[in-house]
């Protein structure tokens, strides 16, 4: 198990990788209240409870942990940023579970309590098992189709698993995130959301998406905002709303065949 010292080099590694976006003067609690402030309204069925707490075993031996919002049998897993956790998807969680999704919001190994085999460096850490764990969880909970919602390097991890698992996840949507891995494998339904000026050291990040956009297999909608904020952190913006109405519509259309 890593060490307290491990993981906070960890953190300082993910707050110095991921970009500025206009908003990282602002504090990681700012973040998250920004987030419930601006979507907790939306839904036309409040949801008031407290979410449903639960350990998860993963395949290599790790337990992540995860809050779970709403029932039904379409299920959504939210994997966080590097800069987040669980708590983080509060608001969106509460949104979806109003619109009749069963929603899942873990934290990813070596966040919160979760633990698991390479924490210690999390760029390198297999997280695409966490994904899996989540998603067979809601399945084992009676969901029969499984969305994954994925901001910057829950994205990755998304996709990630899509590639390991093809017929695991049913849908995906990528905030802010461009997969390293072959466009080509991506062959579920999928829904980019990227901010135009949203850049990193190496610059910005839209070139790379919209590339990885053009190879990538229908079904895909690629949706660009303006502005500079980076995946979750777009929740603190003025487009919180119109992302929201973005993401239940592609969750709500019908499925095409595969």
Not at 55 to 67: H, L, P
Not at 87 to 102: K, P, T
Not at 108 to 133: C, N
């Amino acid at each position: 198990m890593a060490s307290d010292q491990a993981l906070a080099r960890i953190r300082r590694r993910i707050v110095g990788w991921l970009p500025a976006c206009g908003l990282a003067a602002v504090s990681f609690i700012g973040a998250c209240s920004w987030i419930r402030g601006t979507t907790e309204q939306s839904g036309s069925q409040r949801i008031e409870n407290a979410p449903a707490f639960v350990r998860i075993a993963t395949k290599d031996g790790g337990v992540i942990y995860a809050e779970i919002y709403g029932s039904g049998d379409s299920g959504v897993v939210l994997a966080h940023g590097g800069r987040f956790n669980k708590e983080s998807w509060a608001a969106q969680a509460r949104v979806l579970a109003n619109a009749g999704f069963h929603v899942l919001a873990f934290d990813f190994r070596g966040y919160g309590s979760s633990r698991g085999p390479g924490q210690e460096d999390i760029f390198t850490a297999p997280l695409h098992l966490d994904v899996l764990a989540a998603v067979r969880e809601l399945r084992a909970r009676g969901a029969k189709t499984v969305a994954v919602i994925g901001g910057s390097l829950g994205g990755g991890a998304a996709a990630n698993a899509v590639v390991a698992e093809p017929r695991e996840i049913d849908r995906l949507v990528l905030l802010g995130a461009t997969p390293e891995g072959p466009p080509e494998a991506l062959k579920l339904p999928k829904l980019y959301i990227m901010s135009r000026d949203d850049a990193n050291a190496d610059g910005p990040r839209l070139p790379a998406l919209q590339a990885h956009f053009e190879k990538a297999p229908e079904p895909k909608e690629l949706i660009v905002l303006n502005g500079s904020a980076h995946a979750q952190f777009i929740f603190g913006t003025e487009h919180a709303d119109r992302v929201m109405r973005e993401i239940v519509r592609f969750l709500s259309a019908p499925f095409p065949a595969r």
